[in-house]
Nanobody, 122 residues
Framework: QVQLVESGGGLVQAGGSLRLSCAASGRTFSAYTMAWFRQAPGKEREFVAA????????YYAGSVKGRFTISRDDAKNTVYLQMNSLKPEDTAVYYCAADSTYSSNRNNYDYWGQGTQVTVSS
């Protein structure tokens, strides 16, 4: 079992930056692929970024590539999402997820955090 707790969300103006954190506890963090998903009101939860267990592989949704960076610190059992050049369309609840496979498919992920709200004003 893995427990995930996100933090770092908030309100920011368009063009600004935020860094989300996801602290993990439970089973061996370093063995898991970690990912971020987001869900805007009235929309399905969508993939944002993933990083594999070693950190050697990272994958981004086209809508955030070049603006967002996912990273992990296994010593702190934490994964981060640095979000730059934020746009109003980035407004959503952001969720951290963990799984043993490297995937962008939300149905593959077994463990989820409770989410943190990110609001980007225009």
């Amino acid at each position: 079992q893995v427990q995930l707790v996100e933090s770092g969300g908030g309100l920011v103006q368009a063009g600004g930056s935020l860094r989300l954190s996801c602290a993990a506890s439970g089973r061996t963090f370093s063995a898991y692929t970690m990912a971020w998903f987001r869900q805007a009101p009235g929309k399905e939860r969508e993939f944002v970024a993933a990083i594999n267990w070693s950190g050697a592989n990272r994958y981004y949704a086209g809508s955030v590539k070049g603006r967002f960076t996912i990273s992990r610190d296994d010593a702190k059992n934490t994964v981060y999402l640095q979000m730059n050049s934020l746009k109003p369309e980035d407004t959503a609840v952001y969720y951290c997820a963990a799984d043993s496979t490297y995937s962008s498919n939300r149905n593959n992920y077994d463990y989820w955090g409770q989410g943190t709200q990110v609001t980007v004003s225009s």
